[in-house]
C-alpha cells in the first residue's frame, strides 16, 4: 500500500515574479511501506523540492500530498504533526548541529515530542546505534567530531524522533568510500528494524543500484522513469536521457550485449556482469 | 623532471596543535617528492592523513619532526612562507566558504592584489586565469547565482591568478554534483597539460586513475605509490584497507583469477570493451 503521495502536484517557486519557476510539474509518485526508494535525477530536475514537499515544509501549487491516504494540507490537519511522522534529513546536516552535546542533539526532537526522559533517552540509543554513533561520544561537543561522525549523530537526530518515513537528501555526500556504505547500510538495518518507508534523493545511480529498492528518475521537474531498480536499468537510454552517469559496469555490459557477445542487458553490478561474461566465455 | 614538493622523514602530530594532552601522529615518518609538471592523486578514507599531508605541501601545517621544502625553501622558515605559498596554491572542499567578493572578477583579483601587483598586470591576469577556466562570462556575475562546479571554478581561477606552480585540490570535487565535477576534473587536466604541477586529493577513484601517479595513505604512512595501473590492479590490497577500485577494474581482476588473458590494472570503460572483445575472438 502506499504509505506517501504526491498526486498531480506542481510547485511553482516564486510565482507571478519575474524569477517565476516550474520546478514540479503534475507530478505523482507513490513511496510503498518498507521500501527504500532513491529519487535520482541532474541538479535542478526536482528533486529536492520533492523532499520538501513530503513533510510539509513546502506546499503545493497544485497536486495533494497524501500520507496514509490523507492530505497533509487539509484543513483540520495539524503540519506539525506530519514533520514528527515524516522525518527530513537535509543535504550536509551536520552544519544544523548546536547543542552542548551529541546525546542533547539527538534527543532535540523527541523533547519536542514531549516524551518522557526515559522513552527519550531510550530513542536516543537506540537511534545512536543504528546510524553508528558510539555511546562513548554522547558527552562529546559535536563540534569535537569529525565530519562523518557529525553526519551520523545528525542522521540519528531524526531517526530518535522514530518517524513512519524517513527522508535523506544526498546522505552520503562528500564521505570517503568507507563513511557511505556505514550510513548506506545504518539506513538499510534502520528500514528492515521499523518496516519504514525510506526515501533516498541521490545523483548516484551507482549508489541507488546498491541501495535502493526501487528508483525514481526525474528530469527538468517531472518523473522520467520508475520501478524496481532492476526495471529501471533496463532502460539505460532513459538514465542516459536524464543526464545521469550510469555505473561504467553498465556501460560496458550494454556494449557487449549490443554487439551481440553476452546477454547482459540492465546489469549494474560488478557480480552479475561476472557471472554473464563468464558465462558466455565458456558458451563461446 | 625536477624534484618540487620533498618530504624528508616528517611526522605530523595534532597534539603540538592543540596542547589537549592526546598523542595523534596523523603523519608518521613520512618521505615523498612530488616533480616538477606532475600530476599526483593522493588517496584513503578520511583519517588517512591525506588532508594533513595536503596542508603541509604550502605550509599551511608545519611538521612536528622531519622537513618539508618546496622548491627548496623549508616551509617552516616563517620569512619564506609566503614564497612557498605563491609558489603552492590550494582550492578547498567547500565553494561557497573560498568566494569572498560580490563579482565573479573581483573574487578572482583577490590573491593578486594581495600580492601587491600592478593593476593592469592583474586586469590580465584575471581575464587570463577566468578564460582557462571557462568562467569569462561570468565575469560580472555575483557568485552566489552560480553553481557549485562553477563556483569552484571560480576559485580555482583565483589560484591561477596567483601564478603559482603547482595547485593542491583538497577534495575540491566532493561536495559537487557529477557535472559540476567534471568541469572541475576537465579543468584540472588542462592545467596539467600546461605545465602545472597538480595535488589532487581525492576519494573518488575515477579521478584518481588520470593521475601520473597514485599516493596511498593509510594510518598516517604511504600504503602504496605508483602509477593508476600499478596501483589499482591490487584489488585485494585496496580493499583491506576500505577503498574502492573501479569497477572494470574489479571485473577485469576477476576474470584474470579465472584464468582468462586479459591485460592488467584495466580502468577506463574503453579499452575494457576493446580487451573483452579480443578475449572473445581469441575463442572462436
Not at chain 1, 563540534?143 to 537528501?169: C, H, N, T, W, Y
Not at chain 2, 594532552?21 to 609538471?37: F, M, P, R, V, Y
Not at chain 2, 577500485?245 to 583469477?257: E, N, S
Request: one cysteine or more.
Amino acid at each position: 500500500m502506499s504509505k506517501l503521495t504526491l498526486e498531480n502536484v506542481s510547485y511553482v517557486y516564486s510565482p507571478d515574479t519575474p524569477f517565476e519557476k516550474e520546478a514540479l510539474s503534475n507530478v505523482s509518485i507513490e513511496f510503498k511501506e518498507n521500501r527504500i526508494t532513491g529519487i535520482i535525477g541532474h541538479t535542478g530536475s526536482g528533486k529536492s523540492t520533492v523532499a520538501q514537499l513530503l513533510n510539509g515544509l513546502l506546499k503545493s501549487t497544485s497536486g495533494r500530498v497524501l500520507l496514509d491516504g490523507q492530505d497533509i494540507f487539509e484543513k483540520g490537519s495539524d503540519v506539525s504533526k506530519v514533520r514528527f511522522r515524516v522525518g527530513l534529513v537535509f543535504q550536509y546536516p551536520e552544519y544544523q548541529l548546536f547543542e552542548e552535546t551529541v546525546w542533547r542533539d539527538i534527543a532535540f526532537g523527541p523533547s519536542n515530542m514531549k516524551l518522557d526522559p526515559n522513552e527519550i533517552d531510550r530513542r536516543v540509543r537506540s537511534a545512536a546505534s543504528f546510524a553508528g554513533v558510539d555511546e562513548e561520544l554522547f558527552e562529546k561537543s559535536p563540534f569535537e567530531l569529525s565530519g562523518g561522525q557529525k553526519r551520523r549523530v545528525a542522521i540519528a537526530g531524526i531517526m530518535a524522533m522514530e518517524p513512519d518515513i524517513i527522508v535523506l537528501d544526498e546522505p552520503a555526500a562528500g564521505l570517503d568510500p568507507r563513511g557511505r556504505d556505514e550510513i548506506f547500510n545504518g539506513i538499510k538495518k534502520w528500514r528492515d528494524s521499523h518496516n519504514s518507508t525510506v526515501i533516498l534523493i541521490s545523483h548516484s545511480m551507482e549508489d541507488m543500484a546498491l541501495y535502493a529498492d526501487d528508483i525514481i528518475v526525474m528530469k527538468d521537474g517531472k518523473v522520467l522513469t520508475s520501478g524496481t531498480v532492476d526495471q529501471v536499468f533496463q532502460r539505460v537510454d532513459v538514465i542516459k536521457q536524464s543526464g545521469l552517469d550510469i555505473p561504467q559496469i553498465t556501460a560496458v555490459t550494454e556494449e557487449l550485449t549490443k554487439r551481440g557477445l553476452i546477454d547482459g542487458n540492465g546489469i549494474y553490478t560488478v557480480d552479475k556482469a561476472y557471472e554473464k561474461i563468464l558465462e558466455a566465455l565458456k558458451e563461446r | 623532471m625536477s624534484e618540487f614538493i620533498k618530504l624528508e622523514n616528517v611526522t605530523f602530530d595534532y597534539s603540538a596543535e592543540e596542547q589537549n594532552g592526546q598523542h595523534h601522529e596523523a603523519i608518521k615518518n613520512l618521505s615523498l617528492s612530488i616533480e616538477k609538471g606532475s600530476f599526483v592523486a593522493i588517496i584513503g578514507h578520511n583519517g588517512s592523513g591525506k588532508s594533513t599531508l595536503a596542508k603541509l605541501f604550502n605550509g599551511i601545517l608545519v611538521p612536528t619532526n622531519g622537513r618539508v621544502t618546496v622548491d627548496g625553501m623549508d616551509t617552516s622558515n616563517e620569512d619564506l612562507i609566503f614564497d612557498v605559498r605563491r609558489r603552492v596554491g590550494m582550492v578547498f572542499q567547500n565553494p561557497d566558504n573560498q568566494i569572498v567578493a560580490t563579482t565573479v572578477e573581483e573574487d578572482v583579483a583577490f590573491a593578486p592584489e594581495n600580492l601587491g601587483v600592478e593593476p593592469s598586470e592583474i586586469r590580465h591576469r584575471v581575464d587570463q586565469a577566468l578564460e582557462s577556466v571557462k568562467m569569462s562570462e561570468y565575469k560580472e556575475h555575483s557568485p552566489s547565482q552560480l553553481s557549485g562546479g562553477q563556483k569552484q571554478r571560480v576559485a580555482i581561477a583565483g589560484i591561477i591568478a596567483m601564478q603559482p606552480e603547482c595547485i593542491i585540490f583538497d577534495e575540491s570535487t566532493a561536495m559537487l554534483d557529477p557535472q559540476g565535477r567534471k568541469e572541475v576534473l576537465e579543468t584540472i587536466l588542462k592545467l596539467k597539460e600546461r605545465g602545472m604541477t597538480v595535488i589532487l586529493i581525492t576519494h573518488y577513484m575515477n579521478e584518481a586513475v588520470n593521475a601520473d601517479r597514485v599516493v596511498v595513505m593509510n594510518g598516517g604512512s604511504i600504503e602504496m605509490d605508483g602509477n593508476p595501473r600499478e596501483v589499482f590492479s591490487q584489488v585485494e590490497k585496496l580493499r583491506e584497507i576500505e577503498l574502492d577500485v573501479p569497477q572494470v577494474t574489479d571485473l577485469a581482476y576477476r576474470l584474470r583469477r579465472d584464468g582468462f588473458e586479459l591485460p592488467e590494472g584495466l580502468l577506463f570503460e574503453e579499452e575494457t570493451i576493446g580487451a573483452l572483445m579480443k578475449l572473445f575472438e581469441r575463442g572462436k
